[in-house]
């Protein structure tokens, strides 16, 4: 399970620098307040930055659990049922995901040609976020319902 | 017809256990795949949904909480409200409320109050000889202060749904959220003496003094908060980047609770769970497009306007309703769906935007602690080792005080719109 501890890690790092970047431009643009000068561009940054610590950060939230859901069916259905019935809500998550990454694809070369506003970057780089989360959200979906069967066939034998 | 079909999908992908950011995710899919929509609208309203500057703020607010969390705040906000109300009889329980108060000011939402505070006062509240369902109810109900004083998630979403200052609806919450503590306390009081709960022995005020200079600084942070946005010296996104900074000044030099080590994985934990919020707030402001463009917001204003046009009356049919969603529905989600569904109808009725929006986040939060789906009820019952059936039979009395607040604050305007105005 080796390139999935670095992907983990490799997200971990991403989303953390992006949110420490924000912290510090939001910092700078507060601080320039009360200098002569100002920096436009500071706003447009921190949300570009906030999108890819969001979209960086969403799949880890797939894998800690951390969106929501309702879980009295899942609770309601015989121990030895449940681990197929989750793996039929991930399912469900992977065709989503699958979907909305492959129409991220296009939405990320809607982007070509269009700049920012103030820093000049090329859209369709901030663009790809929307569909790089997606299928990363899509990988961990596949991952826990590995994870899921794996996981179970060692306890059988322990 | 189309229409049914979506809220249809997302009600059965909700219940079978679908997380909720997804089911709205899916059902929204299903709806666009069969009306023949581009998909490539999927991304982009998600996109612009995530893409705002005020939004930013919740990241910051969130870290905030959690480094002065880490850094030994709980238990010092904790410390000075049983200093100041355990002497009165079931002192625990006002403390407990007392302090779901203070806290509110350092956490936006009701779950971390119910979490943090709970994991000291439940336990506490045992061994003095409380019910364990008496003090899950008293910590499920009264972290519902939380998301009203600021600084509040569910504020700051409405202020970007309805483009009100978030300034404005910061302080409007400040009276409902005291109006909600000490009625909390009232119930809890009257409770209390009925039943013979303990007391405790008065503090002496020199120690009172020392306790509250320990809660002084997270108190503090709220004030600041609020001055910087009021007074116009930051923007709420800048305010929330400023609280991160005192916190970790607070948290490192002057409690020296918190650990330089620690950071970074606040940090992170913190982001996960924004980005956790963000992608519901994304797939709800798509949801929410398809129900715009489905014209159900009309359809919702004439059916309502069309049972009654008493304004009162249209008032109690809007709460009824966000109570009955509260109940099972995701605060956030329901916010980013139905406020531009039921703003119009509140304007309708000489509602204003930000009185019409601590009336929406009290009445959904309130579902937070009834069944069937309560995250502070089960957390608290959890904590508590209690069914949560009897929580739940412990909460009615609780329950009925929100209720009374949030029709005053529903029918007296001044209780929101006072603060505010000393402000224009």
């Known amino acids: 399970m080796k390139p999935l501890k670095l992907l983990d890690r490799t997200l971990e790092v991403l989303t953390a620098l992006c949110f420490i970047g924000i912290i510090v431009v939001v910092s700078m643009q507060v601080a320039t307040r009360f200098l002569p000068f100002s920096a436009v561009w500071t706003e447009e940054l921190t949300r570009y930055l906030f999108i890819f610590a969001v979209s960086f950060g969403a799949p880890l939230a797939m894998k800690r659990q951390e969106f929501i859901s309702i879980d009295f069916i899942l609770n309601a259905i015989p121990a030895k049922f449940r681990n197929y019935y989750k793996a039929f809500t991930q399912l469900l998550v992977i065709v989503m995901s699958g979907y909305i990454a492959y129409y991220g694809y296009y939405f990320m070369l809607l982007g070509q040609g269009q700049r920012s506003a103030t820093m000049n970057i090329e859209m369709s780089w901030i663009h790809a976020s929307i569909g790089i989360s997606m299928l990363l959200i899509g990988v961990y979906a596949v991952i826990s319902i590995y994870d899921l069967f794996v996981s179970r066939k060692r306890g059988d034998q322990a | ?424």
């Open chain 2, 1 to 424: 017809m189309m229409a049914l079909l979506l809220f249809l999908s997302f009600l059965v992908l909700m219940f079978l256990g679908v997380p909720i950011a997804f089911s709205l995710g899916l059902s929204s899919l299903l709806y666009l795949i069969i009306v023949d929509v581009p998909l490539t609208i999927i991304p982009q309203r998600m996109f612009s949904g995530i893409n705002s500057f005020v939004l930013l703020c919740i990241p910051g607010f969130i870290l905030a909480g959690n480094l002065m969390n880490a850094g030994g705040i709980t238990e010092r906000i904790i410390k000075f409200a049983n200093d100041v109300v355990g002497h009165i009889r079931g002192g625990l329980g006002l403390a407990n409320i007392g302090s779901s108060m203070g806290f509110a000011g350092i956490s936006g939402t009701a779950l971390a109050d119910t979490a943090s505070i709970g994991a000291v006062m439940i336990p506490a509240m045992k061994k003095e000889g409380y019910d364990a369902p008496y003090a899950a109810a008293v910590t499920s109900s009264s972290s519902t202060i939380g998301p009203i004083i600021p600084p509040s998630l569910p504020l700051i979403i409405v202020g970007t749904l309805a483009s009100v200052s978030i300034g404005d609806l910061f302080l409007a919450g400040a009276i409902p959220g005291l109006l909600l503590g000490i009625g909390l306390m009232m119930m809890a009081y009257a409770i209390s003496v009925k039943r013979g709960y303990p007391k405790q022995a008065r503090k002496p005020v020199k120690e009172i003094t020392k306790s509250f200079f320990g809660a002084f600084w997270a108190l503090l942070m709220t004030v600041i908060i609020l001055y910087g946005i009021l007074g116009g010296f930051f923007t709420p996104t800048e305010a929330s980047i400023v609280a991160v900074i005192y916190a970790l000044i607070i948290g490192l030099f002057v409690y020296k609770d918190l650990k330089f080590k620690q950071v970074p994985k606040i940090i992170l934990d913190s982001m996960i769970s924004t980005a956790s919020i963000l992608i519901l707030v994304g797939f709800a402001n798509l949801f929410g497009y398809i129900l715009v463009s489905e014209q159900i917001p009309i359809l919702v204003a004439d059916t309502i306007l069309g049972i009654t046009e008493n304004p009162i009356l249209v008032i109690l049919l809007v709460i009824l309703l966000l109570l009955f969603v509260g109940t099972f529905m995701e605060t956030i989600a329901a916010l980013v769906i139905l406020f531009p569904v039921l703003l119009p109808v509140a304007a309708s009725v000489g509602m204003d935007p930000v009185h019409f929006g601590i009336v929406m986040v009290l009445a959904l939060i309130i579902g937070l602690t009834t069944p069937p789906v309560g995250v502070c009820l089960f957390v608290a019952s959890s904590i508590g080792k209690v069914s949560i059936w009897d929580t739940t039979k412990a909460l009615v009395p609780f329950l009925f005080v929100s209720l009374v607040v949030l029709l005053l604050v529903a029918f007296i305007p001044e209780i929101t719109l006072f603060l505010p105005s000393l402000f224009d």
